[in-house]
């Protein structure tokens, strides 16, 4: 299977149907769903996404992300997020965004990146977007939208800047700028509590060997236009062969698809791994 090279530099930082071939790994998860979070299936950088005739923003980005980093914030920022101790939310001032606003451009069903706490909207890149508006001297606007929209709008100017776990390619890169990579990911595979379809995997070579050897009627959920869809319908302009011989199922949320899983529609997911350890969590409760 190809993998998407990263394009910037990075902060480090889910089977109910049997298979023809079982393929050591200790999943994460005592309840609905077990995440193989040790087999990265892909490696990549996230980034935002700025309309690339504003230079001007992505400099001041690259310039506060650049500042973030070299002070500890930004890790500071990403780790609270992952130990719970983050305590930022965001609410919009108004129903739609005013002349001036930092209008940002999201997915917020994507944790611990964006999502909702009630009404109200946090996570790594809506604070990030935060900051970012603060240090411009503007209000933030967080416009909620399905994660396909969001390059369109960046190109369209109808966001400033994309902010959504969104993964830097070269095919995105003929739409949009994109700023400097802030964090490392990657996807990864999670089943049905008790599948034991992929127990004996220890590599991504070992999952793609299960994978390839299932039927048609064997389905991964994933959420649409992700680098997870991609690398399971397969997308030649992406650099991702994909798996022909299964379906693969595109959910508008990550939570979805898993939601599928656990009551049994689906055989597995393949989405990012911290929003799938964040899901998973929050299932198995």
């Known amino acids: 299977m190809k993998k998407i090279l990263a394009v910037a530099a990075a902060v480090t930082m889910s089977l109910a149907m049997g298979s023809l071939v079982a393929c050591g790994n200790n999943p994460t998860g005592k309840g609905g769903v077990e995440v193989y979070e040790s087999i990265e299936l892909t490696e990549e950088t996230y980034a935002f996404a700025i309309n690339k005739e504003n230079d001007a923003l992505t400099e001041s980005v690259n310039e506060i992300l650049s500042e973030m980093i070299a002070d500890g914030s930004l890790e500071s920022l990403v780790n609270s997020y992952f130990d719970g101790t983050a305590t930022f939310t965001y609410e919009n001032k108004t129903s739609s965004p005013a002349e001036g606003d930092f209008v940002v451009a999201t997915n917020a069903y994507f944790p611990p990146f964006e999502y909702y706490e009630g009404n109200q909207l946090t996570g790594i890149d809506i604070e990030i977007g935060s900051i970012i508006a603060n240090k411009l001297g503007k209000t933030l606007y967080v416009a909620d939208m399905d994660f396909d929209a969001i390059i369109p709008a960046v190109m369209t100017n109808q966001a400033d800047i994309g902010m959504a776990g969104m993964t830097v390619t070269d095919t995105r890169l003929e739409s949009v700028d994109f700023a400097m990579g802030y964090y490392s990911s990657a996807q990864v595979l999670t089943v049905k509590k008790g599948d034991t379809t992929f127990a004996d995997c220890k590599t991504v070579a070992d999952v793609e060997a ?23 319908a397969g997308d030649a302009d992406f ?35 911290q929003p799938s350890l964040m899901i998973a969590k929050n299932l198995n409760k």
């Open 210 to 232: 299960v994978i390839a050897q299932q039927t048609a009627s064997f389905i991964i959920g994933t959420q649409n236009g992700t680098t997870g869809y991609m690398y399971s």
């Open 239 to 273: 650099g991702y062969d994909g798996f022909k011989n299964v379906q693969t199922k595109g959910y508008p949320t990550g939570a979805l698809a898993m939601q599928d899983l656990v009551n049994g529609r689906i055989n597995a997911v393949i989405l990012d791994k």
